[in-house]
């Protein structure tokens, strides 16, 4: 058993690393001198950045040069939920419009359209069609929320 505990010490003690305890380094200091160092000749640098071989080798050429277009739009319109929403956007190179809605739950219907050209910003303007009706906002939901089922997993 002392044999044991021995060489249980002794192969912690060979897994310690070297100078474990002993004082730190006087510090990392500079890295070691390159040759021609010492005689002013600078390290040759590059500091321009080349195309990989075979990149947008397609005849599409490179994607990313392009500019960007593209159309989209989509709606929902759940009757039985009351769920209507929808947005469409057009972007041609910095220029980007188009308009999203939804059916508020006050029975308004709120319409955004927006645009952006360049750095010009982010214009939107908002406008809601239809009347507020709150009375119909606080009771027109409970008809659609289910009611909660308690489970405990038993």
Known sequence: MKLLVLAAV??????VPQGYGSQPSSGYGAPPEQEGAASGQQPSVQTAYSTPDGAASGPEGNVAE???SYNFEYAVQDDESGNNFGQQETRDGDATSGSYYVQMADGRMQIVNYSVEGDSGYVVDIQYEG???IDAAASG?????ATPNQSYGL
């Open 141 to 145: 939901q409970e008809g659609n929320v």
């Open 10 to 15: 002794l192969a912690v003690a060979a897994a």
């Open 66 to 68: 392009l500019p960007a």
């Open 131 to 133: 009347e507020a009706n």
